[in-house]
């Protein structure tokens, strides 16, 4: 995909937002093109039904400015690494092989890296793309502490978040996204509402909704928080 094409798909046009001024030309480029990878609005979920979920190349990002700790963005835009090992939809991206599937790379889809300027437009704008300012505003986790001993085997064990998500390197599933950096990259509003009702969030979610008290999600998102900081 063409570097111009998947930049102006980042440059969301978001509802309920009040997004900043965009740079001359890219409006036009934002319109035309960028829903190729990402939703321009929030999608008509009970409408399009599950294709939706099964046609999506990227996530959405109407929401962007409730998820993402900005520094993290504009660095990420700069430098993208991958952090969902089996793609936005794992389904499409799996093959068989003789012994177990695996991952096919040719099914990925490589994000392109933005100058530092680009990525501080572009992170600048997404952040102010604030569709569920409500689901933060409800949210009343506070960080705090919990034993990494005890973290791991809330996270392994107890809830069976490894089936999908790693914390740590090379080990865990490869279906979600990555949760050893979800502490630098996330707000911790948005990883206990997520945690708590991901399908508020994204009702196409390939997470279901854990059914977790409030008590066993700030416990999540604390051992989250002590694996995130313990990241270089």
């Known amino acids: 995909m063409k570097q ?53 190349k990227g996530p959405p990002l109407y929401y962007a400015g409730n998820k993402f700790q900005p520094e993290w963005l504009e660095s990420w835009l700069q430098n993208p690494t991958r952090l969902r090992p089996a793609g936005i939809f794992p389904a499409a991206a799996v093959k068989e092989s003789e012994e177990f599937d695996v991952i096919d790379p040719d099914k990925l889809i490589e994000h392109p890296a933005l100058t530092a300027e680009q990525a501080s437009e572009v992170a600048t704008y997404l952040m102010s793309l604030r ?11 506070e960080p705090g502490t919990i034993a990494k001993r005890m973290g791991q085997l809330n996270f392994s064990k107890f809830n069976g978040c490894d089936a999908c998500h790693s914390d740590e390197p090379g080990y865990g599933g490869l279906s ?57």
């Open 131 to 141: 569709h569920h300012d409500d689901l933060i505003a409800a949210n009343t986790y």
């Open 4 to 56: 111009g094409i998947l930049w102006a798909a980042l440059i969301l046009v978001g509802l309920g937002s009040a997004p900043v001024a965009l740079a001359a030309g890219a409006e036009e480029l934002v319109r035309t093109e960028c829903a190729a990878c990402h939703a321009l609005e929030r999608p008509d979920y009970e409408a399009l039904g599950i294709q939706e979920r099964i046609d999506r």
């Open 176 to 232: 979600g996204p990555e949760l050893y950096t979800a502490w630098q990259r996330l707000q911790p509003a948005f990883i206990a509402s997520f945690i708590a009702d991901p399908v508020a969030w994204d009702p196409h979610t390939l997470m279901p909704k854990s059914g977790l008290n409030e008590g066993a999600v700030a416990r999540l998102t604390n051992y989250l928080k002590l694996i995130g900081e313990e990241q270089p």
